[in-house]
């Protein structure tokens, strides 16, 4: 089993906030404000989940590189200047009651239990209809990608290790259920997987013997909508 992840949580009435109908003054209602850079798998990957949950939210997108630095709003939101990050702040653009989530895996636990996500929102993500088996290969997944692709596929591109990389993608292609990664419905583990398993094909190919299940879940992804808006058009990065 992987390793638990931290989870973020809001404060009761931050997350009953969120698309709530409790009070129809416009000054209550809450906003989801993204903060991103759209080279970042890791950003990518909170974008699709906020894609497919079907919630409304703003996006600001910062460079983290470059002369004119990190803006000052951003680092006190956010001190160790990494996106992705995520505000739900309840009230008005000035309102300081609002909760951040600063990184990728708290982002999606957040969309998961429905803290960052506008409540009746329609979107393409499943989470409250997956079975108990569903849910535990999500979470395997999870923790594949972020414990053994993620170091493994780095180890390739710099130092041209592609026979564990290769070992590990036949090994990873037996845990797909299909058409996505835990079956018929779009999950936080395709959000999770995406923008890494992406950017190995696009550098090395997922291609193989051993390798189908994988191409044709990659192939099914570029087709998922919430999945295709978030696809790199201007470049992209690794994740280091």
Do not use: H
């Amino acid at each position: 089993m992987p390793p638990p992840r931290s989870r973020c949580r809001a404060s009761r009435a931050s997350a009953r906030s969120v698309g709530g109908d409790d009070d129809d003054d416009d000054d209550a209602r809450t906003t989801i404000r993204f903060v991103t850079n759209g080279r970042c798998p890791y950003a990518q990957k909170a974008w699709i989940a906020l894609e497919a949950s079907g919630c409304v939210y703003e996006t600001t997108e910062v460079s983290l590189y470059g002369p004119g630095g990190k803006p000052g709003w951003f680092l006190r939101m956010n001190p160790r200047g990494t996106v992705p990050v995520v505000a739900v702040v309840a009230g008005g653009v000035d309102d300081d009651d609002y909760v951040v989530f600063s990184d990728s895996e708290s982002i999606l636990d957040a969309v998961g239990d429905g803290v960052v996500a506008a409540e009746g929102a329609r979107g393409a993500l499943c989470t409250d209809g997956l079975s108990a088996d569903e849910r535990a290969l999500a979470d395997r997944w999870r923790g594949s990608i972020a414990d053994r692709l993620i170091p493994v596929g780095k180890s390739a591109v710099l130092r041209g290790s592609l026979s564990e990389l290769r070992s590990l993608l036949k090994e990873l292609n037996t845990l797909v259920v299909g058409p996505y990664l835990v079956g018929e419905g779009l999950s936080l583990a395709d959000c999770a997987a995406f923008p890494f398993l992406w950017r190995i094909d696009q550098e090395f190919g997922i291609t193989g013997d051993g390798e189908e299940n994988l191409r044709s879940w990659l192939d099914k992804c570029m087709e998922t909508e919430p999945i295709k808006r978030t696809i790199p058009v201007k470049g992209w990065w690794w994740w280091w």
